[in-house]
């Protein structure tokens, strides 16, 4: 295996392995906020029959239980996961500029433009993991006692309801985990697709190479271009096919950070021209994409 392809192949697996690395950490996070939470959900009245009191005094302290269970999803645990998923996006970051300066043969330079890119990429993930997340995972937290106190419920079975909803249950994910498997695939890969693009674009490269491990359950529309090389006006015509997955949103342009669609781990790994197979270098110019240089 070459020094080019063992690149191409860290970019293509980081893909699973960054998203799957933060899922564990974020397993271990929950596990601990519930263990910070369980004993201030103590501290609600009930009555001789251990029942929630239905009362002002139960609803007064709703909002401080839901303050103390926004610092526990917050924990140690769980604010490392993030930085450690975030510092991956550079470190594949890093993994483009090495295998850009293998295809070029020159020192990799990043564009004021790439940085940006990548900068932006880094706080909004932040933002939303440590944010947006815990928005939606303590906003499920306050349904739960609002119900709970509103009918009277057994406070044993308050402490069971809220255990699985943050630490999940053997059917179900637990709410955290839930919001990081919806989103934390398209985040990682989204954001490694737009900056593989501005790199590609400050380079001028022209052919691409569609990339990707395998998968359970990954798409036609991927398995059909997994490993094979396009010019770029064949990539942006993509955009005008419909398939199952497919982003809203998707044209030519978003084309290289949606590829596949939601939850694709596949990228489009910029080629030089000089490595393209002929046969791609035929259909590009009889297609009226590209012009042989003379």
Not at 55 to 81: T, W
Not at 118 to 126: D, P, Q, V
Not at 141 to 170: A, C, M, P, W, Y
């Amino acid at each position: 295996m070459t020094a080019k392809e063992r690149l191409i192949k860290k970019i293509a697996q980081s893909m699973e392995d960054a998203p799957d690395a933060f899922f564990r950490g974020v397993k271990k996070a929950q596990r601990e906020a519930f263990a910070q939470i369980v004993s201030e959900i103590a501290t609600l009245a009930t009555d001789d029959a251990g029942n929630l009191v239905v009362g002002q005094g139960n609803f007064n302290k709703i909002d401080a239980l839901v303050k103390k269970m926004r610092a526990a999803y917050l924990n140690p645990e769980y604010s490392q996961s993030i930085r450690n998923f975030v510092n991956s996006i550079d470190a594949t970051a890093g993994i483009t500029g090495e295998l850009v300066g293998i295809i070029t043969g020159e020192a990799f330079v990043q564009s004021p433009k790439a940085a940006a890119i990548l900068s932006n990429a880094k706080a909004t993930t932040f933002d939303l993991l440590s944010n947006a997340a815990v928005d939606e995972s303590t906003a499920s937290f306050k349904s739960i006692l609002n119900s709970s106190i509103s009918t009277g419920e057994n406070l044993q079975q308050v402490i069971r309801n809220v255990r699985n909803n943050i630490q999940g249950t053997d059917e179900f994910a637990g709410r955290m985990e839930r919001y990081a498997k919806q989103n934390a695939y398209d985040f990682y890969s989204i954001s490694n697709a737009q900056y593989i693009r501005q790199v590609s674009e400050d380079y001028g490269f022209e052919f691409y190479e569609y990339i990707g491990v395998e998968v359970k359950g990954t798409r036609s529309f991927c398995n059909e271009r997994n490993n094979k090389i396009f010019h770029k006006r064949e990539i942006q015509e993509w955009a005008n096919i419909n398939w199952e997955g497919k982003m809203r949103g998707t044209n030519e342009t978003t084309i290289f950070a949606y590829r596949g669609g939601y939850n694709c781990g596949h990228q489009i790994i910029p080629v030089a021209t000089e490595d393209v197979p002929e046969d791609v270098l035929n259909r590009a110019i009889a297609a009226g994409f590209y012009t042989p240089e003379e």
